[in-house]
Each structure stands twice: as C-alpha cells, then as structure tokens.
C-alpha cells in the first residue's frame, strides 16, 4: 500500500519479529508509518520506494458478503404459484366439491326413498345456503 491508499479490510504492515503489529482497519487512509514503528521503515519491509507491504487479516468482500445475506430474497414462482393452488383449492373447490357431493344425495334420495315435501325444501334451502357462499367467495380460515 501507498500513502494516501484506503484499506480495502483490516490488514496489518508485515514487519520484523517481535515488533508491535502496526493495524488498519478497513476504510481507514494509510497516512505513512507513525513514528513509533522505526522497524518497519526499513527498504526490506517495503515494496519499492514508497509502497509497504501488508498482510490481509480478513476478506475485503466480508462487507459485500455480509449484505448480501442479510438481504430478503423475492417469493419464487413455485412459492407464488403454489399460494394461487392453496387459495384456489381451499377457498373455491372445496365449497363446489361439498355442493355438489349434496346435491347427488339429494337427488339418489329422493329417488330412492320417499321424503316429505318439507325435507326437500330444508335440502334445497341447504344447497342454495352452498352456492351462495361460493359465489361470494367465503374462504377457511387458515
């Protein structure tokens, strides 16, 4: 790194041994190497004339990383679709499945055995009470 580069992560200036680690954090601008870290000024620790040489002590996409998984992914289509199926299926079919299923029985009834007047009316009643509610769309309750 130069002077006046910003630090992509946090790194620290590779040194001599047994020297206290000089350390940057990431966005931090490397303005030279204070005074107090007299052994790393030496031309073995530093690239060139005016560059250093620094270790990387984290990923620089660990930001990068960090939001992209934090982020809210959009329904998939599978998701959307099988909502629309769930919607359809318990709020629509299921009324018209149920209608139907009594008005076969009121018809195989009556054929077969003999109800009173009134029972038939009660049925009907009961079968209009069904495609009424289908028709206003009524759903289960989850």
Same mark, same amino acid.
């Given at each position: ?44 620790? $530093?690239?060139?004339?005016?560059? %250093?040489?620094?270790? =990387?002590?984290?990923?620089? !996409? +660990? @930001?990068? *990383? ?47 055995? $003999?109800?009173?007047?009134?029972? %038939?009316?009660?049925? =009907?009643?009961?079968?209009? !009470? +069904? @495609?009424? *509610? ?9």
């Amino acid at each position: 790194m130069r002077v006046g580069d910003a630090a992509p992560a946090k790194m620290v200036l590779c040194g001599p041994e047994g020297s206290p680690e000089y350390t940057m954090n990431m966005g931090e601008i490397f303005k030279g190497v204070p005074s107090e870290f007299e052994g790393y000024k030496s031309k073995s620790f $530093r690239v060139g004339d005016y560059a %250093y040489h620094f270790k =990387l002590q984290e990923t620089p !996409l +660990l @930001f990068q *990383l960090s939001t992209v998984l934090s982020t809210e992914r959009p329904r998939t289509v599978s998701e959307a679709q099988t909502e629309v199926l769930r919607n359809t299926l318990l709020g629509r079919m299921i009324w018209v499945v149920l209608a139907l299923a009594i008005f076969v029985n009121i018809f195989r009834n009556a054929f077969l055995s $003999r109800f009173a007047p009134f029972t %038939y009316f009660l049925l =009907l009643l009961l079968l209009l !009470l +069904l @495609f009424g *509610l289908i028709l206003t769309n009524v759903t289960i309750p989850e």
